[in-house]
């Protein structure tokens, strides 16, 4: 199975706020990251969060971090149209990134 | 700043033929680059990972004289897929590593390479 783990779907109205939960089972890792993929397109790198935070906000994101329950969210506030995408969140083990599936993200008028 | 490019965007190959794909990070020297594969619906799989100067180091289950990759230098890595075959199609996608003391190593990713082999 997979380390790290996403819901796969998410629908949220337009204006509402989308909450993306994700596990993962590393407790050693050092950074954990949200990417942001559109279709057809590569993954851009949204946001991300040291392991020794507990929250970071940027803009319309803001990320939480239970270290204790290896659980990490984004939340997007004001979803608009254009955050339709699919999102990753992966945790760092080492060099290397371990990607949870993918949450599909909806956004309906 | 930290953007990464892949070339071709997409291609299409007739079964047999070997198909060559560049990565290149524009504004930063790269000390490692990645390249995954994406199938439909799914997540990324890593398949190796590259330093300038050195051999890949390829995952369990990745055949390396399939997949050979070159990094020949710090913005340019390739990846060719020789003898492609139909089970070889999917979206190639590679990213590049920065290194800085804030973030640690943080991977930024091409755009990807959509390979349709007929």
């Known amino acids: 199975g997979e380390d790290v783990e996403q819901s796969l779907f998410l629908s949220v109205r337009e204006g509402d706020s989308s909450v993306i939960n994700c596990t993962y089972t590393?407790?050693?890792?050092?950074?954990l990251y949200w990417y942001k993929q559109e279709p057809g397109a590569g993954l851009q790198l949204l946001t991300y969060i040291f392991s020794n935070m507990d929250m970071k906000q940027d803009q319309r994101l803001t990320v939480l971090l239970n270290k204790k329950d290896k659980h990490l969210s984004l939340r997007i506030a004001d979803t608009q149209t254009g955050d339709s995408a699919i999102y990753f969140c992966?945790?760092?083990?080492?060099?290397?990134?371990?990607f949870g599936a993918g949450t599909t993200v909806t956004v309906r008028a | 700043g930290a953007v990464v490019s892949q070339h071709p965007s997409w291609v299409i190959c007739k079964s047999g033929t070997s198909v060559k794909i560049e990565c290149r990070s524009l504004?930063?020297?790269?000390?490692?680059m990645f390249w995954y594969r994406q199938f439909p619906k799914q997540s990324l799989m890593l398949m190796a990972t590259s330093n300038e100067g050195s051999k890949a180091t390829y995952e369990q289950g990745v055949e390396k004289d399939k997949f050979l990759i070159n990094h020949a230098s710090l913005t340019l890595s390739t990846l060719t897929v020789t003898s492609a075959h139909p089970e070889d199609s999917s979206f190639y996608i590679c990213?590049?590593?920065?290194?800085?003391?804030?973030?640690?190593?943080?991977?930024?990713f091409g755009p990807g390479t959509r390979l349709l082999v007929l």
């Open positions: 992966a945790e760092s083990m080492g060099y290397k990134l371990s």
């Open positions: 990213s590049a590593g920065q290194r800085t003391a804030r973030r640690g190593e943080t991977q930024y």
């Open positions: 504004d930063f020297q790269a000390t490692t």
């Open positions: 590393d407790s050693s890792s050092t950074y």
